[in-house]
């Protein structure tokens, strides 16, 4: 299997197209205020690490590693195309920024995702990550799930 991961930059016309098809699939499980996403010139904010995975050299998914300044980080975008799931996009993509959040020095990542997305849950605890509570900027939300994993240093 040909899938590589690298830190690219988020503003590209096929990370942008699976950022619109992530859109769309968000507004489709949860109502505006349920919805944590953020642009694409967030995505460019130098504490971001933006990864871009390809199969065969096209784009097929992405995730960005946003660095807190606490010695924690961030999963926001991460989103892999419909046509390109059971190639195991997901893991590897959680692997590469478990291993960017390790070359950083940090000790956690969090995210927050939601309670529709029972794929995603799934991939996210056989990970490593746990619940826990609302952290940073976010506040308790019924249709929100909390997560964190604790690297090893």
């Not at 010139?41 to 998914?61: C, D, N, S, T, Y």
């Not at 993509?93 to 959040?101: H, K, N, P, Q």
């Amino acid at each position: 299997m040909s899938v590589t991961i690298a830190i690219e930059p988020a503003r590209q016309s096929a990370v942008i197209g699976l950022l619109e098809q992530s859109d769309r699939y968000m507004e489709a499980l949860y109502p505006p205020e349920s919805n944590h996403l953020v642009d694409i010139a967030a995505l460019e904010k130098p504490q971001v690490r933006f990864h871009v995975a390809r199969h065969e050299g096209r784009i097929v998914g992405c995730a960005a590693l946003v660095l807190a300044g606490d010695g924690t980080a961030e999963i926001k975008r991460m989103f892999v195309d419909p046509a390109a799931r059971g190639l195991k996009i997901g893991r590897l993509l959680m692997e590469a920024l478990a291993a960017t959040a390790t070359g950083e020095g940090l000790s956690a990542i969090r995210l927050e995702t939601g309670i529709h997305q029972p794929e995603a849950i799934g991939l996210y605890r056989s990970g490593g990550y746990v619940e826990i509570a609302p952290f940073g900027d976010y506040k308790p939300d019924p249709l929100s799930l909390f997560m964190e994993k604790t690297l090893v240093r």
